[in-house]
């Protein structure tokens, strides 16, 4: 079955980074598009980065993009999020999920994603 686990999460000071992982098994990696969201306390799933199966075409939200990169090891099954110049306002739980949808920004367009990693960033 479709398995998604995220990692790298973690208490990081603001202007920080951190690098998330999600490891992905049970289907074939490299026919999916893959994102990111995030889900803050009492808001609503955020979309914050979609790359492409092939890796050659990646999409961000405007309020992560020129701080995070999204890429992706097809060999190895592995997506990742960079994340640069953190902002307390960047704390929230973050979700890699498996695009099936064509709307990238739209939680529903995936049917697959990953139990989340906390990422903290202290003012």
């Known amino acids: 079955q479709v398995q998604l686990v995220e990692s790298g999460g973690g208490l990081v000071q603001a202007g920080g980074s951190l690098r998330l992982s999600c490891a992905a098994s049970?289907?074939?990696?490299?026919?999916?598009?893959m994102g990111w969201f995030r889900q803050a306390a009492g808001k609503e799933r955020e979309f914050l980065a979609d790359?492409?199966?092939?890796?050659?075409?990646?999409d961000y939200a405007d309020s992560v993009k020129g701080r995070f990169i999204i890429s992706r090891d097809n060999a190895k099954n592995t997506v990742y999020l960079q994340m640069n110049s953190l902002k307390p306002e960047d704390t929230a739980v973050y979700y890699c999920?498996?695009?099936?949808?064509?709307?990238?920004?739209?939680?529903?367009?995936?049917?697959?994603w990953g139990q989340g990693t906390q990422v903290t960033v202290s003012s």
């Open positions: 790359i492409r199966g092939s890796g050659g075409t990646t």
């Open positions: 049970g289907f074939t990696f490299s026919w999916y598009s």
């Open positions: 999920a498996r695009r099936t949808g064509p709307l990238r920004w739209v939680p529903s367009e995936y049917d697959s």
